[in-house]
């Protein structure tokens, strides 16, 4: 049988059990396993969970639960509401400030978390209540957090990052450093249209009321004062601070990504034990509970996609794709575009962790030929796969808003998170003529 025809096949099957309602990490492992007893020798399943361990027990990817467990003590407990009213305190006297409150407080606990799901859910049960209360429109709501949340796979630090540097095997301090410049960049786009949008939703609440219409709360405002807003910071700095401390270690090389997670996630306890008076057992049993059965999902997935992958390599159908893709004789850009057309379409089954690790020993090689830096793409390919997050039919983040605020139909979601997406399109152009935006830091502390 030819490669091409058992790819298509490990594909089909693939895909198959996924549309059963299969869990993506079953589904990974059970095609291949499947592949592995009819094509691959039947000792090769006596090294299944030999090859699983080994690449698990990868010193970078001991970071991701530290940094879900720092994610966890942070978001769920006080910390992601109180940082979300203090923001919203200080930015109220902006056009459409509560909007871009929401965006910013989105980046920000991102950064705390690494998790674009926990980011939605921390952020989105305030934030969509007060700006349906303050008379945005429930999708604008909804559009706002979803794309939002995306920004925890992008902002450090990032555990999609973190898995594209063993993918890739790329440093994952210029990963993280190139992806703050972009994550930046999307926080500026998005604060600018949710800006533009409010305006345009003002003018229409007023010119209603000014023809005699009813007043939209739109038109209401509620001002705080100095005392108000100072009061409100106490609880948030040590946050701020514990966020800045953890860039810090890792950028000025005092601690390994490792080191950091886990400093990071020690430092989240003992501010919300101090700051919240959490430290009781059963104060501490929801956290721990969130934390491993994320982290337990998470590897489990990477677990089997690695195994996927695997298979895929020793059927050579890694190889061959990469090959194929190659022969086609693209232009640098058009082959660029062509990659991530795929990974897009990707992103609308499958979660970031599995688009990597399956896809990287196909799309790597022929990128690197074509004299892509792959930190660059790192973080184009992350950006693309936000795009995922919030593109239906599977868009992992639009569900996270549905469970949130189950009132608010997926219809309305969809339409509200599609100019979000157009702005992340918008912005791969940009890092497409203006690389430097996500490689100058990279560069500038590699000098140093």
């Known amino acids: ?68 467990l720092k994610g966890a003590a942070i978001g769920k407990s006080r ?17 459409g400030g509560l909007g871009i409150v929401n965006v910013f407080a989105c980046a920000l606990f991102a950064a ?5 799901p926990a980011t939605c859910s921390a952020i989105g049960s305030a934030g969509i209540p007060e700006m349906r209360n303050r008379g945005y429109s429930s999708g604008f709501a909804a559009g706002i957090i979803a794309a939002g949340g995306t920004l925890g796979i992008l902002l450090p630090p990032s555990i999609t990052m973190i898995l ?45 009321f000014e023809q005699g219409g009813e007043r939209s709360v739109v038109l209401e405002g509620h001002s705080y004062t100095l005392r108000e807003r100072v009061s409100m910071l106490p609880r948030v700095l ?7 401390g953890v860039m810090v270690a890792l950028y000025g090389g005092y601690a390994t990504p490792s080191e950091t997670a ?8 003992v501010l919300i034990a101090i700051i919240y008076q959490v430290w009781r057992p059963s104060q501490l049993r929801p956290i721990l509970t969130s934390a ?49 057309g795929f990974v897009l379409v990707l992103g609308f089954f499958l979660p970031p962790v599995s688009i990597i690790l399956m896809t990287a020993p196909i799309i790597l090689p022929p990128l690197k030929a074509a004299g892509f830096d792959l930190v660059w793409f790192g973080v184009i390919m992350t950006i693309v796969m936000e795009m995922g997050l919030i593109h239906p039919p599977v868009g992992l983040n639009i569900f996270v808003i549905n469970n949130i605020a189950p009132d608010i139909p ?3 979601i969809v339409w509200g998170v599609m100019p979000f997406i157009g702005l992340m399109a918008i912005g791969i152009v940009v890092l497409c003529v203006f690389p430097g935006i996500a490689l100058w830091l990279p560069g500038y502390f590699l000098l140093k």
């Not at 705390?112 to 674009?116: E, F, Q």
């Not at 040590?238 to 800045?244: C, G, T, V």
């Not at 886990?262 to 306890?269: P, S």
């Open 164 to 208: 594209y540097s063993v993918a890739a095997e790329q440093s994952l301090g210029r990963l993280f450093l190139a992806a703050i410049m972009p994550g930046v960049m999307l926080v500026i786009f998005f604060s600018v249209y949710v800006g533009w949008h409010f305006a345009g939703e003002y003018r229409k609440a007023k010119n209603i």
């Open 112 to 116: 705390m978390a690494g998790s674009s």
């Open 410 to 412: 997926v219809s309305e």
């Open 238 to 244: 040590p946050f701020l601070i514990l966020l800045i």
């Open 1 to 68: 049988m030819s490669v091409t025809t058992i790819a298509l096949l490990y594909a089909a099957f693939t895909l198959l059990l996924m549309f059963l309602g299969v869990p993506v990490a079953f589904a990974l492992g059970t095609a291949a396993i499947t592949f592995m007893l009819i094509f691959m020798p039947r000792s090769s399943l006596d090294t299944v969970t030999q090859n699983v361990y080994e690449e698990l027990a990868s010193i970078t990817l001991l970071s991701i639960p530290l940094f879900i």
């Open 262 to 269: 886990g400093i990071g996630a020690v430092l989240a306890f």
């Open 292 to 340: 491993i059965k994320e982290s337990t999902m998470l590897m489990f997935i990477i677990g089997m996609s690695l195994l996927y992958s695997y298979v895929m390599s020793y059927l050579h159908i890694s190889q061959s794709a990469a090959e194929w893709i190659v022969s086609m004789h693209l232009g640098k850009w058009a082959l660029l575009l062509v990659i991530l």
């Open 79 to 95: 910390a992601g509401a109180d940082l979300y009213s203090s923001l919203h305190a200080w930015m109220h006297r902006i056009p």
